[in-house]
């Protein structure tokens, strides 16, 4: 019987800011990490993730998960690259998010649609 190579999967915790995305990537690094099935490696940028995404997955080769949280849609840098990743989502209402955002920033309408773009 031979044995499968081990792989790593990348679960990517995305949201939009004030939806519980940080919250989730908490839970989710949290399990990994004491499970020892992986690690968390922190915030992206969508730049800064194109950067650095060969690096993390060299790096953390040995683990099976890792963990990353980002406001923004990282797929497109998978897309094609033979790398398995998961996509958590946190999907939250948007008048949660403005008066979120309304109470920890002090966000006004404009500023609630600037960060959605």
């Known amino acids: 019987m031979k044995l499968k190579e081990k792989t790593t999967t990348l679960v990517i915790c995305n949201g939009m800011k004030r939806s ?40 953390y080769q040995s683990s099976r998960y890792i963990v990353i949280k980002a406001h923004e849609p990282l797929y497109d840098i998978l897309d094609g690259e033979g790398v398995s990743f998961v996509i958590l989502t946190c999907h939250r209402d948007l008048r949660d998010v403005y008066l979120s955002g309304k109470n920890k920033w002090n966000w006004d309408e404009a500023n609630l649609v600037d960060s959605l773009d």
């Open 20 to 59: 519980g995305s940080t919250l989730q990537y908490n839970l989710v690094s949290s399990m990994v990490e004491k499970s020892g099935m992986g690690v968390s490696a922190g915030f992206y940028t969508h730049k800064e993730f194109q950067n650095q995404c060969a690096y993390l997955i060299d790096r």
